[in-house]
T-cell receptor
């Protein structure tokens, strides 16, 4: 069983389109994250949710809207896609960031490679 | 957030030990030292973490300097599958759970 899964694995789309990436974890974790890895392989946090509540929004453009329908899912919707949005997007989860005190470990999905043409 | 410094790249021969260094001179007393690695075309995966004492698990060992200003990730017998980017990350008890990735160390393992 895959612990953290993302769909789709690859996404190719035109500028200006709207797209969504889905993430699901079957680990029973309370906290989920989205990270972006750009073309220079630099990984950066975008959002985190704990128990469906937004905790971190790292100055991401409001074209990006995460949605957490339940604790096991954190989807990422992107409006009006731009060339600069091309990247690999990773979803991750951890048990509970508030309880961990810096010890929790994050489990990452396989990534979604988004290409905007 | 305290910063870490790692060499950009390292090479190792297969089946030999590898010592990956990390400097974190501004570490605070409550910061944990975490290591993650990212294999090619995969998401990052947790390797090990520690606070003050050295730690061992099935993947690696973590040696932490007495003053905690540096640490070393030790792979006891490198395999080709260990070729990856290794990230040393500090996690504070007060942070919001985010991992702050640096450029990491790209480890190349030669057969």
């Amino acid at each position: 069983d895959t612990a953290v899964s993302q769909t789709p694995k690859y996404l190719v789309t035109q500028m200006g389109n709207d797209k969504s990436i889905k993430c699901e974890q079957n680990l029973g974790h309370d906290t989920m994250y989205w990270y972006k890895q750009d073309s220079k392989k630099f990984l950066k946090i975008m959002f985190s949710y704990n128990n469906k509540e937004l905790i971190i929004n790292e100055t991401v453009p409001n074209r990006f809207s995460p949605k957490s329908p339940d604790k096991a899912h954190l989807n990422l919707h992107i409006n009006s896609l731009e060339l600069g949005d091309s990247a690999v997007y990773f979803c991750a989860s951890s048990q509970d960031l508030w309880v961990s005190g810096g010890t929790d470990t994050q489990y990452f999905g396989p990534g979604t490679r988004l290409t905007v043409l | 957030d305290a910063k870490t410094t790692q060499p950009n790249s390292m090479e190792s021969n297969e089946e030999e030990p590898v010592h990956l260094p990390c400097n974190h001179s501004t570490i605070s007393g409550t910061d944990y030292i975490h290591w993650y690695r990212q294999l090619p075309s995969q998401g990052p995966e947790y390797v090990i973490h520690g606070l003050t004492s050295n730690v061992n698990n099935r993947m690696a060992s973590l040696a932490i300097a007495e003053d905690r200003k540096s640490s070393t990730l030790i792979l006891h017998r490198a395999t080709l599958r260990d070729a990856a980017v290794y990230y040393c990350i500090l996690r504070g008890s007060s942070n919001t759970g985010k991992l702050i990735f640096g450029q990491g160390t790209t480890l190349q393992v030669k057969p």
